[in-house]
């Protein structure tokens, strides 16, 4: 499995301002993504960052409002930019690797979430 | 295009009771699909996949789905609910469309509560 950390794990921070997530993979991976768990709500993909070209936002996602970077196959950032309390969420962080599931020993991709950035905005 | 529905955003069962979490998927290609379970105050922790295999797919910590192509359903049981299985539970689907590009969709989540 990989394991993967997210720095910080939570803030708050006040509207207007911006805040910087970083996420670390222990290995490299070719595809990471970002995630946003409203409260009480499910998982929504904010975009898909692969290393070398630009990231590739999901409907409703600018990168003007969520710059991202991915310099190498280990790393990534995501950006909340200009932020207000609608933004009050947490981002996940994922990656997808090839390994083989424990119980079933079958090969295939699969999809590993970091602990997640607990975000408030006042 | 694909989505999946949990039935029940909150369920409650006694400790040593069988747990049962629905969820139906629509899916316009072959699925894949997942369930994942959540602790407070954590990531997301993959349970169980079904990949095309055998359709009865057993999980860690007890847990384990039947896919039903039929009923285009997944539901994730478990024999006997452990004080330790509250948490909060979402089911996703996946369209793989091969190199590792395929995009999870997750339902709204079911959140596990267990009564001693």
Known sequence: SAVISQKPSRDICQRGTSLTIQCQVDSQVTMMFWYRQQPGQSLTLIATANQGSEATYESGFVIDKFPISRPNLTFSTLTVSNMSP????????????RG??????????EQYFGPGTRLTVT | AQSVTQLGSHVSVSEGALVLLRCNYSSSVPPYLFWYVQYPNQGLQLLLKYTSAAT???????FEAEFKKSETSFHLTKPSAHMSDAAEYFCAVSAYSGAGSYQLTFGKGTKLSVIP
């Open chain 1, 86 to 97: 609608e933004d009050s969420s947490i981002y996940l962080c994922s990656c997808t690797r």
């Open chain 1, 100 to 109: 083989r599931f424990p119980t079933s020993g079958v090969h295939s991709y």
């Open chain 2, 56 to 62: 009865l797919v057993k999980g860690i910590n007890g």
